[in-house]
C-alpha cells in the first residue's frame, strides 16, 4: 500500500467523523429497539453464529450484526456511539475502496479521490451511515 494511499484514507475517515458528528450521539428510537438485547450471561456472542437465539428480535438471520450489538451493549449499554463509530469507519473504507478501484482503472488521482469523496459525503448515504 502507498503512503498516499493511506494517506487519503487517513483524510477520508477524518472528514467522515466530520460530516457525520452531528449523528453520532442519536439515540435508539422506533424500530432500533428490536435490536436491544437480554444481556443475561447465557447469551453469548457466538450463540449468533451458529444459529438464531430467541432474544435475536430480527426479523432476518444477521449473525455479525447481532454479535456486534450484543457485546457493544455489554460493554456500552445503550449508548450507540461506539456503533456509529464503526459505522462511519466502515463507510470511509468504502469511500477509500472506491478510491483504489477508480485509482486501478486508470483514473487521475484527483478523479479518484473526487469519486470517492462522493462515495463518503452523499446525501444517499446519510440514513445507512447514521442508522442503528
Avoid at 33 to 60: I, M, R
Avoid at 107 to 126: D, E, I, P, Y
Wanted: aromatic share 14%; no cysteine; hydrophobic share 55%.
Amino acid at each position: 500500500m502507498r503512503k498516499s494511499s493511506l494517506a487519503w484514507f487517513v483524510v477520508l475517515a477524518a472528514t467522515g467523523l466530520v460530516v457525520y458528528a452531528a449523528g453520532l450521539h442519536g439515540f435508539y428510537f422506533m424500530d432500533d429497539y428490536q435490536v436491544v438485547f437480554d444481556l443475561t450471561p447465557h447469551v453469548s456472542a457466538g450463540s449468533f453464529l451458529f444459529g438464531n437465539p430467541p432474544e435475536n428480535h430480527f426479523a432476518f438471520y444477521r449473525p455479525l450484526e447481532s454479535a456486534f450489538l450484543l457485546l457493544s451493549q455489554r460493554t456500552f449499554g445503550l449508548n450507540p456511539l461506539p456503533v456509529h463509530i464503526v459505522q462511519v469507519a466502515l463507510h470511509a473504507t468504502l469511500a477509500w475502496m472506491v478510491f483504489v478501484i477508480l485509482s486501478g482503472l486508470g483514473f487521475s488521482s484527483l478523479q479518484a479521490r473526487l469519486g470517492s469523496l462522493v462515495m463518503l459525503v452523499s446525501q444517499a448515504n446519510a440514513h445507512a451511515v447514521l442508522s442503528n
